[in-house]
């Protein structure tokens, strides 16, 4: 089997819900050396992806999106064993949330993982997380980057109050902020005063990998 095939039967597992089928589909393609990045990025990703659509058409709802995310879940554990990891030492440090009134953490916690194996260390606030709480992890951690995600229209309006809140804080001359969602764009993300809209899980990883190591001055 090519590689392109374990990547389509690795992303209709997750738009099926087909927890064995993931598990099963990603077991095989780690051993027939597919690379992990290309199986979560490639495969993975864009289920995730689809499945964040019919939920927003309404063909999906809040049951399926949740399990979606457990299959997904379930195939990241069988592939994160297979990325490369460097902890040697600590590059930056990152304050990661889904944002208040949104519970979809598949994204960000697949930004976490690898942020972490890149030697980030990560503060990660979980989900439904209000603006009051990122700010005192800001307050508390003193990152170099502050992430937030939102898959839903009606939560993606918590950022541009949080961006708000750093700046009322005067803290938001001392962070990067970085956003991801599926219904982002880099228009919306420059109207709410985010320093970049991250088009996926890797992207966004190497935006802030070259924010800490200045191929980017900082604003």
């Not at 990152?143 to 809140?165: Q, Y």
Request: aromatic share 6%; net charge negative.
């Amino acid at each position: 089997m090519e590689t392109k095939e374990y990547l389509a039967l690795l992303k209709q597992s997750i738009i099926n819900l087909d927890f064995d089928g993931a598990v099963k589909v990603a077991n095989k393609a780690m051993e027939a050396g597919v690379d992990p990045y290309l199986a979560i990025n490639e495969g993975m990703v864009p289920g995730m992806a689809v499945v964040g659509d019919k939920f927003e058409k309404g063909e999906y709802f809040l049951s399926e999106l949740v399990v979606a995310a457990e299959v997904m879940k379930e195939g990241l554990a069988v592939i994160t064993p297979y990325l490369k990891k460097d902890v040697s030492k600590k590059i930056g440090k990152v304050v990661i949330a889904t944002v208040e009134g949104d519970y979809h953490d598949i994204g960000k916690n697949i930004v976490t993982s690898l942020l972490r194996i890149q030697g980030f260390e990560v503060v990660d606030l979980g989900t439904d997380v209000p603006t009051d709480k990122i700010i005192a992890a800001v307050n508390e951690h003193q990152p170099d980057i502050v992430a937030m995600s939102a898959l839903l229209n009606l939560t993606m309006i918590k950022m541009g109050e949080t961006i708000e809140a750093l700046k009322a804080a005067k803290l938001r001359e001392k962070v990067k902020v970085i956003v991801g969602g599926t219904s982002l764009t880099d228009e919306f993300a420059q109207k709410i005063g985010a320093d970049h809209c991250a088009a996926d899980a890797f992207e966004g990883v190497k935006k802030c990998l070259k924010w800490v190591t200045h191929q980017e001055r900082r604003n």
